[in-house]
């Protein structure tokens, strides 16, 4: 299983990245991924996840509203749009997978992942 995340930069408050996770190594059609990403002295944070069937959606309180994930299945990549960053959103962003699919998720932190990517950094300046 292999996860890599693409799509991290240095951008201006108020403006918009869109990160890729490109999975391989797994069947991708029954799935959990999720967004995390952990800044210089913090913990980490759980930033958004997606199900196989797209009906399992979830995201932190502090992106709701801000960010999007979503998954093209043929392309085996899931997408965390990020729209109206803040300074607050710098961080190294990981995506993670676990399969199969969790029934009854309810928050990002659901889910127990074991598949990890390199993460991706994300520099807001204000």
């Known amino acids: 299983v292999q996860l890599v995340e693409s799509g991290g930069g240095l951008v201006q408050a108020g403006e918009s990245l869109r990160l890729s996770c490109a999975a391989s190594g797994f069947s991708f059609d029954d799935y959990m991924i999720g967004w995390f990403r952990q800044a210089p002295g913090k913990e980490r944070e759980g930033v958004a996840c997606i199900g196989s069937s797209e009906s399992s959606i979830h995201y932190g309180d502090s992106v709701k509203g801000r960010f999007t994930i979503s998954a093209d299945n043929a392309k085996k990549t899931v997408y965390l749009q990020m729209d109206g960053l803040e300074p607050e959103d710098t961080a190294v962003y990981y995506c993670?997978?676990?399969?199969?699919?969790?029934?009854?998720?309810?928050?990002?932190?659901?889910?127990?992942?074991?598949?990890w990517g390199q993460g991706t950094q994300v520099t807001v300046s204000s």
């Open positions: 993670a997978a676990e399969f199969p699919a969790y029934s009854n998720v309810t928050s990002v932190y659901d889910v127990q992942y074991v598949h």
